[in-house]
């Protein structure tokens, strides 16, 4: 059977609250590019989807389940609360069931759901995030990368001439959005900047690799993914590639500072990374902190701009993506003029 077929046809029986073991009364659901959530009021079941985008490879029922293997175990470093575990979805007869004992058929990771409102990016717009609670945060980071794990295969992602590949492929990619998305201008100056950054501070590089800076981290760190609970969980970590996610822990955290700006709260951003520094002892970071600022401004600039692309997209929300990506790039470029 056709995988998009099938997934469609998992997709509509899945969105059966009878079938849920905490009985929901409707199920909701999100669809994103890679997957598909199903969430009850009290749990997310999220099925990753049968794609393969080079960056990531989810073609096959064993490949699925690896990857919700991981993404429970990488997330259980910071969310050890949220991520209850995988879920097999079995198949008897017409039915499908969770857990059952027929035909297995998929895997899903199961979440505790959580209370949107109390997402940082949401706290954010209520106004509600202040500098003691951005230090919690600073803190908690602390700990996790104190801990996180690191080895010689690890730190070989943070080469100078590692770390270009990505930064090539980031302007490869682009360069057909010059004109909609990124100003010729914008685009020729970030990329003289980062290129001259690798030339210029390549010992810079090899310190932060001897310093032991190069660990396995969050790789996706933004306002969206941190919740404020009792405890401050930090979720939905890159699972599906370790490139994005052995890094240096100045690129993690330059990710949530550039998240900060972006949003126009640079006092959170320069409070969080003085807060950073100072518990952590890694001042050496604040010379690489706005090389890595621009690397995931631009990137989310690519992200958006991607968007621009997929005629499953509505016409207005392709205008609102192009406004972000927009947004970023320009981001990115201030922080190229300040390295």
């Not at 104190?146 to 590949?165: G, H, L």
């Not at 949530?256 to 949003?263: E, Q, S, V």
């Amino acid at each position: 059977m056709n995988r998009d077929i099938q997934i469609f046809s998992l997709r509509d029986k899945l969105l059966d609250p009878e079938i849920y073991p905490d009985h929901p009364q409707t199920i909701a659901l999100i669809e994103t590019h890679i997957s598909l959530l199903f969430l009850t009021g009290h749990y997310v079941y999220k099925v990753k989807k049968a794609v393969d985008f080079g960056f990531l490879d989810f073609t096959s029922l064993e490949k699925r389940k690896y990857f919700c293997e991981q993404e429970v175990k990488l997330n259980r470093r910071l969310s050890p609360n949220i991520y209850l575990g995988v879920e097999r979805i079995t198949k008897e007869g017409d039915r499908i069931l969770w857990g059952g004992k027929g035909e297995l058929i998929e895997y899903a990771v199961k979440m505790q759901q959580i209370p949107e409102e109390f997402l940082l990016d949401k706290l954010l717009e209520r106004k509600q995030v202040s500098s003691k609670m951005i230090e919690r945060v600073s803190a908690r980071l602390v700990q996790f990368y104190f801990v996180a794990e690191t080895n010689d295969r690890i730190k070989s992602f943070a080469q100078p001439e590692r770390i270009q590949q990505d930064t090539d492929e980031n302007f490869m990619q682009t360069e057909r959005y010059i004109g909609l998305t990124i100003s010729k201008a914008v685009y020729e100056e970030v990329k003289h900047r980062t290129n001259q950054f690798f030339r210029m501070k390549e010992a810079l590089f090899h310190q932060r690799i001897a310093s032991n800076q190069i660990r396995d981290c969050h790789g996706d760190l933004r306002l969206e993914h941190i919740f404020w609970g009792d405890e401050i969980s930090i979720f939905d970590c890159i699972e599906f590639n370790e490139r994005f996610r052995y890094t240096d822990v100045a690129a993690d955290i330059a990710f949530l500072a550039m998240d900060l700006d972006y949003h126009s709260r640079e006092d959170l951003s320069e409070h969080l990374i003085r807060a950073y520094v100072g518990e952590s002892g890694d001042f050496e970071l604040l010379e690489v902190l706005d090389f890595y600022k621009c690397y995931r401004a631009y990137v989310r600039g690519k992200v958006e701009s991607f968007r621009l692309d997929d005629p499953h997209i509505p016409e207005e929300e392709k205008k609102a993506a192009s406004e972000r990506a927009k947004k970023y790039f320009n981001l990115a470029h201030r922080y190229a003029l300040r390295f």
